[in-house]
């Protein structure tokens, strides 16, 4: 039984350290061709990188970091 708790919590410390390298969902470096920018943006609270949101084809949400400017 104490092996099989330690290799859980192995595994859980593994995906906690892993999803600090791995972007968050829906954002992404640039926006893809055929995004539409919108007049959007907020500080990301986790980050405190100010991100702007832009509608994919699709018309999902997607958050590209707004590059050179302050946090709000």
């Known amino acids: ?7 859980v919590a192995v595994g859980i410390i593994g995906l906690i350290v892993a999803s600090l390298f791995v972007r ?14 919108t007049d959007e943006v907020f500080n990301d609270p986790s980050t405190n990188r100010v991100m702007r949101v832009w509608l994919d084809e699709s018309g ?7 590059e050179n400017r302050p946090a709000i």
């Open 60 to 66: 999902e949400r997607r958050y590209v970091r707004e």
């Open 24 to 37: 968050r969902h829906r954002e992404t470096d640039q926006p893809g061709a055929g995004w539409q920018r």
């Open 1 to 7: 039984m104490g092996v099989v708790a330690v290799i």
